[in-house]
């Protein structure tokens, strides 16, 4: 029965080892946990290749191929935040490393879970066992103001999210006398089901970052340590976006005609207000949290697509986008040390790290879709799925807001090549293990550039499982 669950309850063993590790080290050596946790996730992803799939529960939870590909984007998210963790968190909370890594693999376990899950109440448990360790980390840098201000408003929104997706969910349940997803799917159009299952876009809203329910992120990004916002930035998106598929596209995907509208707006939405209100910023990791909201509108036009080619083109760009923004981010962690995270600290970076301004400026290309990095493939898979699927309203107006995103992104980059002599000349050092974890984001996105149709194919072969 558990054998479906073995990539879950592996990353559950890991996250077992490092409380004994842990409990074992003295109080002023903890940098090893970083590393155990790290090389567990790696041997985790190994084993990926060769776990078994089925169903488990009665088919609660169903490890199947949409399932690996998503909890592999999942890995490969904990293992570049793990070991981008490893030099802040000796450096910011020394007697609190152990807890931070704890939390990190606690909440990779409720994402792994996620994909799978069809169910309604394994996603609601699986969602708290991602979301709680979430707020913890955010709070990790408790004597700061902002710090605290992150952990409140990603709690709030967090909370206010859970409930409205449980009120939705409960109507849901009430209209259908089912939970599980295979059963919504065969569900007639009652009131309270589509009730439901507007409660339910606007839950997940919140734990996207989607407008309206956007206005957590700035603040959460700009205060929260700068490698878990890494990682909040991109797993547990992926890990929403990937049950939004399963409910929306699975159970729901009969009553398309009646959320996609609603969905449209807050996807057309979504892509003007995050790129409109990154441009005027001036802190580095506001910018990014705005261009994660433009991101977000983007991926959601995936389900308005409703096709195989549109959703393998979701998870293809969410695997890019882990590259390419958990890169950005570890980036703005390294410079943010010596300096501030506003971009006039960034001038003339290219003189002080010439490395990690190739690195930033290999990103923010990324993330901008200039060829032939990760992110213009994203960009292309997803504009050609929908403009097949008659979006191309939605692919004009894409392409134009993609045009926006490349002013602001050019102006971080601007600043790194073009801009005066920075006032402080001395040279950027990145610790062994920040140099790894960025290296292996870069690495990432000249891989997906390079070879695409390797992992647009297993991305087909996912998307194959949601849509008939």
Sequence with gaps: MLAPLMIPLAVLGVTLAVFIADMAMTKDDKVGLGVLSTVGLVGVLAFSFVAPSGDAFGGAYSQDAFTLYVQRTLLIAGIIASLGSISHAARCFPGRTGENFLMLLFSLVGMLILPGARDVVTIVV?????????????????RSRKGV???????LTGAVSSAIVLYGLSFVVGSTSATGLHHLAMSQPAPLTILGMMLIIGGMGFKLGAVPFHMWVPDTYQGAPTPFVAFLSVAPKAAGLAVFARVLLEGFGHFRLI???ALLVVCVATMLLGNLSAIPQKNVKRMLAYSGVAHMGLLLLAFGIATIEGTAAMLFYLMAYVFMNMGAFLVVEVVGQSGSDDVVAWAGL?????????????FLLSLGGIPFVAGFWAKVFLFMAAWKAGMSGLVVLGAML???????????????YVADPPADAAPIKASPSMVWAIGLCVAGIIVMGVMPDVFYSAARTAAAVIIP
């Design 126 to 142: 699986a969602f708290e066992l991602m979301g709680l360790p979430l707020y913890v980390m955010a709070a990790m840098h408790k």
């Design 149 to 155: 201000e992150a952990a409140w408003k990603l709690y």
């Design 259 to 261: 959320w996609w509208p």
């Design 350 to 362: 290219h003189k002080r790290s010439p490395a990690l301004a190739l690195a930033m400026l290999m």
């Design 402 to 416: 993609s045009v926006v995103a490349l002013f602001y992104y050019m102006t971080l980059g601007r600043s790194i």
